[in-house]
């Protein structure tokens, strides 16, 4: 069925240094991609998005790269920070659908060292 | 503006009860969509209401059921739990349905089941 997925179930990065979190996706047919930031005790919470006609995207100190020849999906954080610490959560909608279904992945914790 | 608002925070049942989960929509949002999160895992997607129609449902049993109100709140009915039920639940709203609208999640009602 389908599924996203995600490589590492934990990261542990240095203050300052980049991370990189990875996702694979099993839908070839998936439209649009997204990932969520999750803390303790609250919802997820919208980072970015990249929809399937585009490679990459940035935002702010975030970029995400989509490869849909590999149906992989990262997210880039530039110069962690103590408050970057949370689960991040690749998610795909199916495309064509009708509706607002999310799937998502099991999700990386991202533990950043000062 | 308030953001997603969910009601109990925190909510202990007994296995064969009946719980129901509430949740008020961003204002202005007409789409409400459930999701359950088992400790350790991302969302699974239950339903997803526009404008008091149901537009989509996940693999979940039909002691799940949902509705939506005229002023688009919405609230979850779980009949019968189990202990398997015990998840952290959120709500998820947006201004209308298909992939891409952004989501805008709620903190969550933590349901335990004993």
């Known amino acids: ?114 | 503006d308030a953001g997603v608002t969910q009601s109990p925070t925190h909510l202990i049942k007994t296995r064969g009860q009946q719980v129901t989960l509430r949740c008020s929509p961003i204002s202005g949002h007409k789409s409400v969509s459930w999701y359950q999160q088992v400790l350790g895992q991302g969302p699974q997607f239950i339903f997803q209401y526009y404008e008091k129609e149901e537009r989509g449902r996940g693999n979940f049993p039909d002691r799940f059921s949902a509705r939506q109100f005229p002023n688009y709140s919405s609230e979850l009915n779980v009949n019968a739990l189990l202990l398997g039920d015990s998840a952290l639940y959120l709500c998820a709203s947006s201004t209308g349905t298909g992939p891409f609208y952004e989501q805008y999640f709620g903190p969550g009602t933590r349901l335990t089941v004993t």
């Open chain 1, 1 to 114: 069925g389908e599924s996203v997925g995600l490589h590492l179930p934990t990261l542990s990065v240095q203050e300052g240094d980049n991370s990189i979190i990875n996702c694979a996706y099993s839908n070839s047919a998936s439209d649009y991609f997204i990932w969520y930031k999750q803390e303790s005790g609250k919802g997820p919470q919208f980072i970015i998005d990249i929809r399937s006609n585009m490679d990459k995207r940035q935002g702010q100190r975030v970029t995400v790269l989509l490869n849909k020849t590999v149906k992989h999906l990262s997210l880039q954080i530039a110069a962690t920070q103590p408050g970057d610490s949370a689960v991040y959560f690749c998610a795909d909608t199916p495309w064509g659908g009708a509706t607002n279904k999310l799937i998502f992945g099991t999700g990386t914790l991202l533990a950043v060292q000062p």
